[in-house]
């Protein structure tokens, strides 16, 4: 593992091949969502003997619960690097977070938003009081300063919030979003960033970067599903009504009118995932207090291995939006195979090769279209899906280069890719 300290629960399970016996698996779907660390998973075993009501509770058990979870925002806004008086407030996941900020959107607030993002950040504000400028794929980093500048400059009059991912879940590339979040200020907007990606890979501060608003998701972070946060600026969410109405986000309920508490307590109405938001907070505190730069540099040297590894491979194409120059990566990779149907190859990798990536179009479909449309590559079932390899922290050099040489092998059997399945009958 390239993360001492970091370890992962169930690391080094073993998985059936077709051809007989086991082998250790090669989970390369990080970028999907990371294993839970050990230390998460034991915290949330406690959790779940002891935990009881939060907020209403008056036992000992519901004092505890109810000081985990408030106790659970302070790791987590340091772990973002957000200013003493930044909201957290924890949502389902990132898509739950966007879907939280699009309603607390002032009236006629105009998004920016680029047609490369993830669906999660792409969408939400549709269906807000909001005018959306959707801008295409950027040729370049340059190219997507430039083209926000222009957007919000022209923008009408009123609110505005550009929206950006800090990592591309599709080609890992890093945006500039220093740049971007200058340009935002100098406009008089708001920037928010997804940070689903990025935040696993790289330590930031959206204090520093100048950034308003940040999503992430728990199980992205080596923690559970169904924890999330939004975190930054109070105003914006304290203006709006509740996100949900119900019990929690009420101060005061009579025949003529309720009001509600402040934030965070107002958008998050009905019985909170405790367990979800403290092993949220465990796992932000744990990687947090690892050595980052270190961790970076060793993704860095495997995520070079895959990617050169890959695009050594005859008929093999890695996909890229920027120039390599222009744009460093996390350690996430689409590739795919001349004449070979996406689905297919990550089925055989996983039967074959006991190797798990994802197939698809990664919930970023203006941008996987726009990839493949620009690299010639048409997938031979029509589907416009590629595969993507992605790095966590207990991916091993063996991992890497066992899917390297795994790749390399389906793809010399030419475009009409035989493989057997897990039950170990040919595939149709
Ligand atoms: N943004 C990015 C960049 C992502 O990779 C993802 C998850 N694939 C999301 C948003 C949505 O995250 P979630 O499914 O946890 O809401």
């Known amino acids: 593992p390239h993360a001492p300290g970091l370890e992962i629960a169930g690391a080094g399970a073993t998985v059936p091949l077709t051809g007989g016996g086991r082998i250790e698996y090669a989970n390369l779907d990080h970028g999907a969502s990371a294993p839970a660390l050990r230390e998460v998973s034991d915290t949330v075993e406690r959790l779940l003997q ?87 794929a950027p040729a ?35 945006w500039p979003v220093a740049r971007l979040a200058a340009v935002a200020r100098a406009r008089g907007a708001r920037i928010a960033l997804d940070a689903a990606q990025l935040a696993p890979h790289r330590a930031f501060s959206i204090d520093e970067l100048g950034v308003d608003y940040v999503a992430i998701s728990g199980h992205k972070l080596y923690a559970p599903f169904g924890a999330g946060a939004l975190i930054g600026r109070t105003d914006w969410l304290q203006a709006a009504p509740p996100y949900r109405l119900g019990g ?35 796992a932000c505190h744990l990687i947090a207090g690892a050595d980052r730069d270190r961790l970076a540099c060793l993704e860095a040297g495997l ?20 120039a390599a120059a222009d744009a460093q990566t996390i350690g996430v990779v689409t590739f795919t ?51 993507r390899a992605s790095i966590g922290l207990g991916t091993t050099t063996e991992h890497v280069n066992r899917l390297v040489a795994a790749v390399s092998d389906i793809a010399s059997r030419g475009p009409r890719l035989r493989y057997t399945t897990a039950s170990g009958r040919p595939a149709p």
């Open 140 to 174: 370049s980093p340059a190219a997507a300063i430039a083209a926000a500048d222009e957007a919000l400059r022209t923008r009408p009059a009123g609110p505005a919030l550009l929206v950006v991912t800090g990592a591309s879940n599709v080609t890992g590339e890093l």
């Open 50 to 136: 002891t935990y009881a009501s939060v907020h209403r509770g008056a036992g000992w058990h519901s004092q505890i619960s109810t000081s985990l979870y408030e106790g659970a925002r302070g790791p987590i806004r340091s772990f973002v690097g957000g200013r003493a008086d930044d909201a957290v407030v924890f949502t389902q996941h990132t898509t739950d977070a966007f879907g939280l900020l699009a309603h607390c959107l002032p009236a006629r607030t105009t998004v920016v938003v680029f047609e490369t993002e993830h669906h999660a950040a792409l969408l939400p504000w549709e269906r807000s009081a909001a005018r959306v400028l959707r801008l295409p």
């Open 303 to 322: 995520t070079e291995a895959l990617q050169q590894g890959l695009a050594d491979i005859p008929g093999v194409t890695v996909h890229r939006l920027f």
């Open 337 to 387: 195979i001349a004449g070979q149907s996406s689905a297919e190859v990550a089925a055989a990798l996983s039967a074959e090769h006991g190797i798990g990536v994802r197939d698809g179009a990664f919930c970023a479909q203006p941008l996987v279209r726009r990839l493949l449309g620009a690299a010639g590559c048409s997938s031979p079932d029509g589907s416009g899906h590629a595969l």
């Open 248 to 282: 929690g986000a009420t101060a005061t309920v009579t025949d003529d009118e309720v009001t509600f508490k402040p934030v965070p307590e107002r958008h998050e109405a009905g019985s909170p995932n405790v367990p979800g938001a403290v092993a949220l907070a465990t």
